[in-house]
């Protein structure tokens, strides 16, 4: 399949499908509890067959047009992902949403990886806003949201049971014509 290069530094974003369960499983083990701070992802994969199941999931997603599952590589080893957990495009509207185990981070891969997606949604699949689902207490995930130029729309409170705790859950998006104008004002997306 095909890889998009995001740099110099050999990270790149590449389709994540049922083929690549081991690796997916190895990701998810070497950072779950780091992964699963905020959200579920993941939680099921516990043996290569449910990981499996998981990637096959969005796979069937794929096929369907409603939903798309990309890794982000680091130095040819899967560190984390990038994902359109809803995508319709009859009413062009999609939701983007990130992993990264600690391998990953501090090296801009989700804010680099979103760009990709995000360009592609708009510029190709003619989507009109790309939506960014994040809990208040993920501050790494607010700043993806904020680096890419997203409003912050508001809060849904306590909207998340998760872990025994009911979390806020912010929403951010980017229509196409802000995401347009940010990119031909400044050559690229931060604003």
């Given at each position: 399949m095909y890889a998009i290069s995001l740099g110099d530094d050999g990270a790149e974003l590449r389709p994540l499908?049922?083929?690549?369960?081991?690796?997916?499983?190895?990701?998810?083990?070497?950072?779950?509890?780091?992964?699963?701070?905020?959200?579920?992802?993941?939680?099921?994969?516990?043996?290569?067959?449910?990981?499996r199941a998981v990637l096959q999931s969005y796979?069937?997603?794929?096929?369907?047009?409603?939903?798309?599952?990309?890794?982000?590589?680091?130095?040819?080893?899967?560190?984390?992902?990038?994902?359109?957990?809803?995508?319709?495009a009859a009413r062009g509207?999609?939701?983007l949403g990130c992993r990264l185990e600690p391998a990953?981070?501090?090296?801009?891969?989700?804010?680099?990886?979103?760009r990709v997606l995000v360009d592609w949604?708009?510029?190709?699949?003619?989507m009109h806003r790309v939506e960014w689902h994040v809990s208040s207490a993920n501050e790494a995930g607010i700043n993806v949201a904020r680096r890419l130029g997203m409003t912050r729309e508001g809060v849904l409170r306590e909207s998340h049971p998760y872990r025994g705790v009911r979390q806020d859950i912010e929403i951010w998006s980017v229509l196409a014509p802000e995401w347009r104008a940010a990119r031909a004002h400044t050559g690229h997306h931060d604003r």
């Open positions: 499908e049922p083929w690549h369960a081991e690796e997916f499983l190895a990701h998810l083990n070497r950072g779950r509890e780091f992964i699963n701070r905020h959200i579920a992802f993941g939680a099921d994969a516990t043996d290569v067959d449910s990981a796979a069937d997603k794929r096929a369907a047009d409603s939903g798309f599952l990309h890794g982000l590589w680091r130095e040819g080893k899967l560190v984390g992902g990038l994902l359109f957990r809803v995508f319709d509207i999609c939701e990953g981070t501090g090296r801009g891969l989700v804010t680099r990886g979103a949604a708009f510029d190709e699949r003619g």
